[in-house]
């Protein structure tokens, strides 16, 4: 990734990124100092209370309040210094990786929060991982430094280790747990001092002309000092500096030490996503890739949330802005039916509740209400037959067989199963041979959280049992081999939720048979969402 110094100023200073971390490390307490310095909201606290009102209010999801997960992603925009940030929130739960996925597809960064005392954990790495795949520039928070934590360099060792990035620290820790009074922040040679009485307040700032100052003996306890200055030369001498071009590779991520708690190291942490972290970048399509700088406006749908205001029977379609400066109103063309939409009531995710857009633009997130027509992959435009390419969808780990409660209610089932698989929430695949469906899904849970949105949303209760088949391919080659294939695999084949065919295997044994006896058909495990 690289910055476009020719980007429009409304442009540049957006900054759209995701948070990524193991459950329990901080993400959420993080998230809400993060719209504390944004201004959005007076007390900290509110977003989670707020969260929750709201959620009851639209009764959206009882699972989601009675497991304590978020189920579903959601952005959210403020204003910091100079800088739009957007914040587009992941799902934490291990089973929604196909989401999460999808999400980080529509952001230009990622910060990684880790818990000092625990350095990096499983959920951590996965994520990582998913990151890595696009590159993802990636700003590392490690937070709960108001406790027990490792030793600063087993943390960066470990982080480097585990996941072969360059780890270099943008702010040095100054005592442990209890003694922990703050950072060096090594950028601007600054120390910043944790107030530990007061967790809203932003911490004080004290400036110094480098580590050998004689002034930062007045602040610093001599014990922790002598100990600072050792560390720091170590630092010097065994970890890489910062190389923004390094950050923005993501072959480097810089490392700020705090507490999210204590409001503290969160206002460095977002100065540097501002000073380090990519603006909007290039996004990848076909027949051409789309430039954040282009006067028209191109954007795609990475997410679809239905009935969010079960009211309406509304659905939202998350928007990633790829370029130009959106205007309410707008008549854009959805390129996959070649239909033109007015755009009227899109809606902005600020921090305080949503909200009518009347602007936005590239690497902005909008959300438009729709009734189905808009699904995940589908990009809009002014009108050139663009297709935002990069968005996957994977084969399913999991399968069951699908059935109403009702026989007679099937086509309602049919619908209801349809919706979700819109949504991206399942796979959907009606088998050749039998009554009823399958359901794929990615993590088990997805399957609890189907059957009580059908039973919530349509009235509809259903039953998911066990089925022959663990897993599912996709289908591709000639039309003839593919004919001949499916011709001869009746008991194995099926259609998915756009009609594409899928073959159902039991044991890994039925690919490689297929291999083996059919050279000219392709089983794949993903497909480009379209
Ligand atoms: P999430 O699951 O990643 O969203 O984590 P939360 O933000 O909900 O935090 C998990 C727990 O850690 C909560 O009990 C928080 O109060 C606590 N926590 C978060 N940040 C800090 C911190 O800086 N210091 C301490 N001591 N606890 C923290």
Redo the contacts with the bound molecule.
């Keep these: 990734m690289t910055n476009r110094p020719e980007l429009p100023p409304e442009i540049a200073r957006r900054r759209t990124f995701a948070i990524i971390?193991?459950?329990?490390?901080?993400?959420?307490?993080?998230?809400?100092k993060f719209l504390l310095y944004g201004g959005a909201i007076q007390m900290a606290g509110q977003v989670?209370a707020k969260g929750e009102a709201r959620r009851t209010r639209s009764d959206f999801m009882q699972m989601e309040k009675d497991r304590g997960i978020?189920v579903s992603a959601s952005a959210m925009s403020f204003d910091f210094g100079k800088y739009r940030y957007n914040l587009v929130d992941t799902p934490?739960h291990s089973d929604f990786s196909e989401d999460t996925y999808r999400t980080l597809t529509a952001v230009d960064a990622a910060v990684m929060?880790i818990?000092g005392a625990k350095g990096v954990e499983s959920q951590t790495q996965k994520l990582f991982e998913v990151c890595r795949l696009r590159d993802l520039p990636i700003l590392t928070f490690c937070?709960?430094?108001?406790?027990e934590s490792r030793d600063t360099f087993e943390i960066i060792d470990e982080i480097q280790e585990n996941l072969a990035i360059d780890v270099t620290p943008a702010s040095w820790p100054i005592g442990v747990g209890r003694e922990f009074i703050g950072c060096y922040d090594i950028l601007r040679d600054r120390l910043e001092l944790m107030d530990r009485a007061d967790r809203n307040k932003i911490a004080e700032s004290i400036e110094f002309n480098g580590i050998d100052d004689p002034k930062l003996a007045e602040h610093v306890p001599a014990h922790l000092l002598e100990k600072f200055l050792e560390e720091i030369e170590m630092a010097k001498e065994l970890l890489p500096t910062l190389d923004p071009a390094s950050v923005l590779n993501g072959s480097m991520t810089p490392i700020w030490f705090?507490?999210?708690?204590?409001s503290?190291g969160v206002k460095e942490l977002m100065d540097g996503l501002a000073t380090y972290g990519p603006e909007p970048q290039v996004q990848s399509a076909e027949p051409r890739n789309i430039a954040p700088e282009e006067s028209k406006v191109a954007g795609f749908v990475f997410k679809v949330q239905a009935n969010m205001d079960p009211k309406h029977r509304d659905r939202v379609a998350f928007v990633r802005l790829a370029s130009g400066h959106f205007e309410r109103g707008m008549k854009l063309t959805h390129v996959r039916s070649k239909k033109q939409m007015a755009i009227t009531n899109p809606v902005l995710f600020l921090a305080s509740d949503r909200e009518l857009a009347e602007e936005a633009w590239a690497g902005d997130i909008i959300g438009i209400p729709n009734h189905g027509q808009l699904r995940i992959g589908d990009t809009l435009t002014e009108g050139e037959a663009i297709r935002v390419t990069g968005i996957p969808s994977f084969a399913p780990e999991l399968l069951q067989s699908c059935r109403a409660g009702d026989p007679m209610k099937a086509k309602h089932l049919e619908k209801a199963l349809m919706q979700f698989a819109e949504e991206g929430a399942a796979k959907v695949f009606k088998p050749t041979f039998g009554s009823g469906f399958i359901v794929g899904v990615v993590g088990a849970l997805q399957f609890e959280v189907l059957a009580s949105r059908i039973e919530l949303e349509y009235g509809l209760p259903v039953r998911f049992e066990g089925s022959q088949f663990t897993s599912a391919r996709w289908v591709a080659g000639e039309k003839d081999a593919v004919d001949k294939f499916v011709a001869a695999n009746k008991q194995h084949i099926a259609t998915d939720n756009d009609g594409d065919t899928v073959f159902l295997t039991r044991l890994q044994w039925d690919i490689d048979r297929v291999v083996r006896d059919y050279p000219d058909v392709k089983l794949t495990a993903t497909k480009e969402m379209m």
């Design positions: 971390s193991h459950p329990d490390a901080g993400k959420t307490t993080l998230t809400e989670r978020s934490g929060v818990d937070n709960k430094m108001d406790r705090g507490s999210a708690m204590n503290f």
